[in-house]
């Protein structure tokens, strides 16, 4: 029932108490229902049942209206009108409603309806009066704007909600708690989106305090969140929690106004992040580090190569003057043109550059760089630029060309020398040889691979040992090792190797490597052995000559009564091996001819060519036969000179015949004197008889007879044409004739 | 004079060069020496020892174009001592010679002589014509 209290109460909603006074007691002068109506500032009419039977039984009728009412609606007074006629479409539903306010006695809010023109209306209807009055108060609010706002709230809302779920970072609003202090003590989460959990590890969040969770939280975290309370300030951090074991980047603001303690915090775990950052941080600082250390020159190019970008010479370039021109200023004309065909090329292909490339150095001399760039892609796969370092090599490249003339050097050497050098790796039984060693071991060059087995199997079974213990004193001792052995040829020949070699070492002190040289050593020991016998040959000369003199001085001594006369012949005989001795150096290793030996002796002893003659073929006398026939021939001349022939007007008949005895040729030579007027007939075996009747059978296996006729002396003589070597001689021929087949002693084998 | 300290030694010589073997004779004679053979080559050995025993062999190494020493192996191979003169050194005669006494040339008659009587005297004489067959 509505009554003037109730009024009261709907007027305060909208005025203050004064005015609701005023109005009330202005509606005592008119009709009651008129009167409120008419003074309600809100849109209001009355209604009242047409009939309650018959053809108006569901119609209403409008007892007042208010202006209000008339302005929200567009319409004039209604008053006395029918709700019916009015609004024929809505007549039945409202007056359902209606008839529900009228009969309930109370009030009946109506769900908002919308008009034609989408203005929204809600109305209230209160029954007024009481009993069978069926008068009814309708209140009408335009909520149009009211409602779009509702609307707009809501679906805001809801988008807000999704946004708020479907981002992928952490986002939660807290409520924070100062303690006494004033300080941030702690943080309640209010609400927490879908992603909060896995962000923060925190689980069912919501309605739980952070110190719940992590009672160790660094103090800072709620330091940082209670400024952002007290001052309304944002902010936005990247944080470690040692605590929570992660790296968070957070944007906290305030969610509330300042004192409702409210933040909003949207973050982000950034721990995988912050890994992969510090780890491609350490990695890039590597990269840097080593760049630096491993290069000279740090240069970029771009994708054509026609500028040069950047350039990090460390001093070792200088800065060049035109970028587009860089070739010129750092290569020198001479190599512009290869390096520029090695530039096409890598850009042809995109393959990386890598040169060994002459360069302008800053201090003006010309350096020798090892530059590598590689192309640098963009996103799309194209070569954006190329990176590239180069190292200084210059001093290398001239260690390099000086090792390389040094070993152009060493084995140039050692082919000369004929030195086989070899490089064996221990552990790997690897083994090297240069060509010679192939040759001194008899082998092909490269005829088979280089081994230990190769090289054993050519030593002398004999020196086998010898070369074992060598290797092993070496390598036990490091020290060199040093070996002279034999090494046996394919063809039997035995070749004499010096060889010299040094163990290398690792750390551990084991031999990893050996190093060594070796040469033929045969021909010097030949020549050693050479020396050494002829010394030897000499030594036995001398001394087998000065005894055979001695023999033939005593051998002569009898023979004269004077002293004179034995010396002068003494020294005739020795003049007469002089000669033969000079005959045989003169053609050394040759024989001498035997008239050759006769004319010189019989001139010696200066005899008259018409006083003699020689006759008989020619002869070759090996020395010994010419060492004995010309002594022979200068003992019958002196006599003859002396006693005979050459001392007379006597004549000397010298001929001999070869006669073939024996399949051995021997000599028949006969010196007959005749004309000599007086023949002294020596009465003592004189020496030249000694030596041709005894000498001639001792020696040479021959015959001689010296007589003495009534006209002269005839001596004949017959000996085997046999090779013979003399004392005198002093050729080496001589001495490897005697001694080449059969040699003495120590040398009997080279040593 | 060299006293005959020899005396009644059968020496054999082999010396090619005939001035040397005449003077080496005529010393050894002088010391009572019997010369059982002086030759310029290796001889027959048998033929010599079926005239003659050999006490001692007085052997030049060097015979013009061949060597001695086979010879002087040959005499051991009978038990007959061979005394090597030479004009070489020492050092040429093979090791299994080596026992031998060596003499250098040019030698004075009285080392040869003292080395032949050294030879003789120091030879087992129960053994002396142990392994020569001696004719009479």
Redesign the interface.
């Known amino acids: 029932m509505l009554t003037l209290a109730n009024l009261r109460c709907c007027f305060t909603q909208q005025r203050g108490p004064g005015d609701c006074n005023d109005q009330i007691s202005r509606m005592k002068d008119i009709h009651p229902h008129n009167a409120i109506v008419a003074a309600l500032p809100q849109a209001a009419c009355l209604l009242e049942r047409v009939s309650a039977e018959g053809e108006g039984a569901k119609d209403w009728r409008y007892r007042a209206n208010n202006t209000a009412m008339q302005e929200m609606l567009g319409v004039g007074d209604l008053t006395g009108q029918l709700l019916r006629d009015r609004f024929p479409d809505r007549a039945d539903e409202w007056h359902d409603n209606l008839l529900r306010a009228a009969q309930a006695q109370r009030p009946v809010l109506l769900r908002p309806y919308t008009d034609q023109n989408g203005n929204v209306y809600e109305m209230t209807l209160s029954p007024v009066g009481g009993g069978d009055t069926q008068l009814v108060l309708a209140l009408i609010h335009d909520v149009t704007e009211a409602e779009r706002k509702r609307k707009e709230r809501a679906q805001a809302e809801a988008r807000f909600k999704t946004l708020f779920d479907a981002i992928d970072e952490g986002l939660c609003v807290v409520e924070i708690r100062f303690d006494e202090a004033g300080e941030a003590a702690d943080y309640k989460f209010v609400d927490c989106n879908r992603a909060f959990e896995a962000q923060s590890g925190l689980a069912d969040a919501k309605g739980r305090w952070m110190r719940e969770f992590e009672p160790d939280l660094e103090p800072e975290w709620f330091a940082i969140y209670g400024e952002v309370a007290a001052t309304g300030k944002p902010i936005r951090f990247e944080l470690e929690s040692q605590a929570m074991g992660r790296w968070f980047d957070v944007y906290a603001f305030s969610a509330g106004p300042v004192g409702s303690n409210l933040v909003a915090i949207l973050f982000e775990d950034t721990s995988e992040r912050k890994a992969t950052e510090n780890a491609l941080r350490e990695s890039e600082s590597r990269l840097t580090s080593l760049i630096n250390v491993s290069s000279d020159v740090v240069y970029q190019m771009s994708a054509d190569w026609t500028e040069l970008r950047e350039l990090y010479g460390k001093g070792l370039l200088l800065p060049g003057a035109d970028p587009t021109n860089w070739i010129d200023d750092h290569v020198p004309a001479d190599d512009r043109p290869a390096l520029e065909a090695a530039v096409a090329e890598c850009l042809a292909n995109n393959t990386p550059f890598d040169e060994e490339i002459r360069v302008n150095r800053a201090d003006g001399t010309v350096g020798w760089l090892r530059s590598r760039a590689v192309p640098v892609l963009d996103d799309a796969g194209k070569v954006r630029e190329w990176f590239g370092m180069a190292t200084d090599i210059t001093e290398s490249k001239a260690t390099e060309a000086e090792l390389a003339s040094g070993a152009e050097m060493l084995r140039v050497a050692t082919e000369i020398g004929g030195v086989g050098v070899w490089d064996w790796d221990v552990v790997t039984e690897q083994i090297r040889w240069s060509d010679a060693h192939f040759e001194l071991l008899g082998y092909e060059v490269n005829e088979i691979a280089a081994s230990l087995s190769a090289f054993r199997d050519r030593v002398h079974k004999d020196d086998f040992e010898a070369v074992e213990s060598a290797l092993e004193h070496a390598r036990e001792t490091r020290q060199e090792y040093v070996c002279d052995f034999r090494v046996v040829h394919p063809g039997g020949e035995v070749h004499w190797i010096s060889a010299r070699g040094q163990y290398l070492y690792n750390a551990d002190g084991k031999p990893v490597r050996m190093l060594g040289a070796m040469i033929d050593t045969t021909e010097r020991r030949r020549q050693e052995e050479w020396q050494k016998l002829l010394v030897e040959e000499l030594q036995h000369r001398v001394r087998n000559l000065i005894s055979m003199i001695r023999g033939m001085a005593r051998q002569s001594a009898s023979t004269h009564r004077t002293l004179e006369s034995y010396v002068d012949h003494l020294i005739g005989r020795l003049q007469a091996m002089g000669r033969t001795q000079a005959m045989l150096t003169r053609s050394p290793g040759a024989n001498v001819d035997l008239s050759s030996i006769m004319r010189e002796e019989l001139l010696a002893c200066a005899a008259p060519e018409k006083a003699y003659r020689i006759e008989g073929p020619p002869v070759q006398l090996s020395p010994q036969l010419a060492e004995v026939l010309t002594l022979a021939i200068h003992e019958l001349a002196t006599n003859s000179v002396k006693y005979g022939a050459l001392g007379d007007k006597g004549y000397i008949k010298i001929s001999w015949t070869i006669i073939a005895k024996e399949s051995t040729n021997h000599l028949a030579l006969r010196w007959q004197e005749t004309g000599v007027s007086a023949v002294t007939k020596p009465s003592r075996v004189g020496f030249g008889r000694q030596l041709i009747e005894e000498r001639i059978p001792y020696e040479l296996q021959g015959t001689g007879s010296l007589t003495i006729h009534d006209t002269g002396v005839l001596a004949e003589m017959s000996f085997p044409l046999v090779d013979g070597s003399s004392v005198l001689e002093t050729g080496i021929e001589g001495i490897e004739r005697q001694r080449g087949n059969a040699s003495l002693g120590a040398s009997e084998e080279v040593r | 004079m060299v006293a005959k300290l020899l005396k009644g030694c059968h020496i054999l010589i082999v010396e090619?060069?005939?001035?040397?073997?005449?003077?080496i004779r005529?010393t050894l004679q002088q010391a009572g020496v019997e010369i059982v053979g002086c030759r310029?080559?290796v001889p027959d050995l048998d033929e010599i020892l079926e005239r003659s025993k050999i006490d001692i062999a007085l052997l030049d190494?060097?015979l013009?174009?061949?060597?001695s020493f086979d010879f002087a192996r040959a005499l051991d191979a009978k038990g007959i001592p061979c005394v090597f003169l030479?004009?070489?050194?020492v050092?040429?005669?093979?090791n299994d010679l080596n026992y031998a006494k060596f003499i250098?040339?040019?030698?004075e008659a009285s080392a040869v002589i003292t080395a032949l009587h050294q030879v003789h005297s120091e030879a087992p004489k129960a053994s002396g014509g142990g392994g020569q067959q001696v004719k009479s």
């Open positions: 090619d060069d005939f001035y040397q073997a005449q003077d005529d310029a080559t190494i060097n013009g174009d061949t060597q030479t004009g070489y050194d050092t040429v005669v093979p250098s040339k040019p030698a």
